[in-house]
């Protein structure tokens, strides 16, 4: 396939700067957005100068200026944008309605990526408050750019390993238990677990095939659908060790949400719909949706038990 | 040179990350201590896995646990503190004391180098407040070391370039500016930047090197000794464009400090000495220091000149 030049706002998060890894490994030409307001956080700006270094080309522009916008776009055949990559974070989501206006106002970009790469805010219209303000904001954005006519594609990436297998999917920790482990119920509800480099490498391949075209893309490599208990069962398998194991109900763990703060609710209520209802799995991809490891099977994906390997602590350190 | 066994405590900061990866590249069975506290930071928790897959080890271990910071000292011969390698960050220096007390109880350390890695605190006793905070805590951190008869090695990095080269030493600019540039006085005082992973490859040699025993090791690289105005001139001949000048006199500077926020204040203070007291090169080093590139020729030092192409 020729080479898509590729716009990333963002590219210094948490998946951005995957995303613009994957785009320079697949050989974009790409461009990642450089904003003045990160001016003085030195490691944004030496993470854009190792993107220069790799090939990269910084544009300066700043989402308060629409005109910058419009000729940061101009350059490019596709933008991604991956601001607030993280789950819990949403109050950034809307800036993405100015990106918006400027490949309107453009008029050449071939195919626009909003941030989603998580759950499919189409199908959470019945989300608890106040986590529902993620999708309800996405949705804004989506309907900005089907009103613009903007050719696009939605990736729903799932959940990111680093967030939910690394530890084991407890909250409060990034690193997996020693000896205890929470199950939410019985523990057997599927979910879809997502190395974030796959995420990025996913994305990539979608940029420029027409399969994806106007299409919402799903992360569900097969191997990576399991349960809580099969996640714990793969940890314990890896270090010869079983953990002691206890549950949460459903209301137990929903009663949990009074008191805490604003991120934390919101936080909790996507692990609600996550654990307790199934909501990565609970439903067919129709034909808005495509399937990405069947779309690209020559990306090898990686395995939760292969991802989990390097949380292994040796020994004499613990 | 035989392998040491190197803790580095502060791992995951600024100049911490880079002494990881200098001491893996120098060979050294090196460890990383994993604070608890840093629980739900992704950065911080995925920056310590990628050093656990380049062969570091994760140690656990928390300031506010004495016994875990015994056992973490007891692993190594060497431990490097690079807590708080910002410069106008100041308030964590002195849990260093902690580390110093379970290094004293372990007994076995050949060396320990403490956070410093900017300005020799021992000469800044003069300092403007509020920045002398940074200098007298340091200074605290070095007493209680020599009282438990540690032996160190103190590491006077001098500027960052990360920060003073990428603003053409305008505090406030991390990156440089293509139209105009503010001289502090005249622009001719000299200066010193280093190349923060040539700090931490210079650090990383001195660990285990008996010149540098209960020494404080200078870094003067010579190429890279500049007066803010020869700095200004390679980046003009960098992006054949002269920048318009202006200049700000000491008075001024310190006058524009008041009313700023504490942290501002003192880093404000620190530009002052170094870019118009001179304090890097104002000295010549005697019988306590010895000065990095002279005892480690082989290290390729980053030339200012090298150092800000990636900015064009």
Same mark, same amino acid.
């Given at each position: ?30 461009? !990642? ?29 700043? !989402? ?13 055949? !596709? ?240 | 040179?035989?392998?040491?066994? =190197? ?12 002494? =990881? ?6 060979? $050294?069975?090196?460890? *990383?201590? $994993? ?23 994760? =140690? ?12 973490? =000292? ?65 200074? *605290? ?172």
């Amino acid at each position: 396939m020729g080479k898509s030049k590729v716009l990333v706002v963002g590219g210094t998060g948490y998946v951005g700067r995957r995303i613009v890894k994957a785009s320079l490994e697949q050989g974009h030409e790409t461009y !990642v957005l450089q904003r003045p307001e990160i001016g003085l956080d030195i490691e944004k700006v030496q993470m854009l100068l190792s993107f220069k270094k790799q090939g990269a080309h910084l544009v300066e522009a700043s !989402v308060s200026d629409h005109q910058s916008l419009v000729e940061a776009v101009k350059l490019v055949d !596709v933008v991604i944008c991956t601001m607030s990559g993280v789950h819990f974070r949403s109050h950034n989501l809307l800036v993405q309605l100015k990106l918006v206006e400027a490949i309107k106002a453009a008029g050449n970009v071939k195919r626009f990526l909003p941030s989603e790469f998580g759950m499919d805010p189409a199908l959470m219209g019945h989300a608890l408050e106040p986590g529902r303000v993620t999708f309800d904001e996405k949705m804004t954005v989506r309907k900005a750019i089907e009103d613009a006519n903007i050719p696009f594609t939605y990736i729903s990436a799932n959940c990111f390993a680093g967030y939910f297998a690394g530890n084991l999917s407890q909250m409060g920790t990034l690193l997996p238990p020693r000896d205890k482990v929470l199950l939410y119920g019985d523990g057997n509800v599927k979910v879809v677990y997502m190395n974030e480099d796959d995420v990025a490498a996913y994305t990539i391949k979608t940029i420029d095939d027409p399969r994806t075209l106007n299409k919402t893309v799903y992360l569900r490599p097969p191997e990576n659908i399991l349960t809580q208990r099969q996640l714990i069962e793969k940890w314990e398998k890896l270090i010869g060790k079983q953990l002691e194991k206890s549950s949460i109900n459903e209301q137990d763990f929903l009663a949990s949400i009074k008191g805490l703060d604003y991120a934390a609710q919101v936080g909790v209520g996507h692990f609600y719909h996550i654990f307790y209802e199934g909501c990565l799995t609970n439903f067919e991809i129709g034909e808005g949706g495509e399937e990405a490891s069947e779309l690209y099977p020559e990306v090898k994906y990686t395995r939760m038990d292969e991802y989990l390997k390097v949380y292994k602590h040796e020994k004499l350190c613990i | 040179m035989e392998k040491s066994r =190197v803790l580095i405590v502060g791992g995951t900061g600024y100049i911490g990350k880079r002494l =990881v990866k200098a001491s893996l590249a120098q060979g $050294h069975e090196t460890f *990383v201590l $994993h604070r608890p506290e840093i629980g739900v930071d992704i950065e911080k928790v995925q920056l310590l896995l990628s050093f656990k897959e380049q062969g570091a080890r994760l =140690v656990s271990g928390s300031f506010n646990d004495h016994k875990s910071l015994v056992n973490a =000292v007891k692993l190594v011969d060497v431990v490097i503190c690079a807590i708080s390698g910002v410069h106008i960050r100041s308030h964590q220096i002195l849990l260093q004391l902690k580390l110093v007390d379970a290094i004293k109880e372990a007994g076995n350390i050949k060396r320990f180098l403490p956070s410093e890695f900017g300005t020799d605190p021992a000469r800044m006793a003069h300092a403007l407040e509020p920045g002398r905070v940074t200098f007298d805590d340091k200074m *605290v951190v070095r007493k209680a070391i020599q009282e438990a008869h540690i032996p160190f090695t103190y590491i006077s990095a001098n500027c960052f370039a990360g920060y003073f080269l990428g603003g053409l030493c305008q505090p406030g600019f991390i990156i440089p500016p293509m139209d105009s540039v503010i001289l502090f006085g005249d622009g001719n005082v000299k200066a010193i930047y280093v190349d923060e992973d040539d700090i931490a490859m210079y650090t990383i040699k001195t660990i285990d090197d008996p010149r540098t025993r209960n020494k404080t090791v200078y870094i003067r690289p010579p190429e890279n000794i500049l007066s803010q105005r020869e700095v200004v001139q390679i980046w003009e001949k960098l992006i054949g464009k002269e920048l318009h000048k202006s200049s700000i006199s000491a008075q001024q500077f310190l006058s524009s400090m008041e009313g700023q926020p504490y942290e501002q204040q003192v880093g404000m203070g620190h530009y002052y000495h170094v870019c118009f007291e001179g304090c890097l090169t104002n000295f010549e080093i005697g019988e306590e220091g010895v000065e990095a590139c002279g005892l480690y020729p082989q290290i390729k030092y980053t030339t200012v000149q090298d150092f800000m192409k990636r900015y064009v």
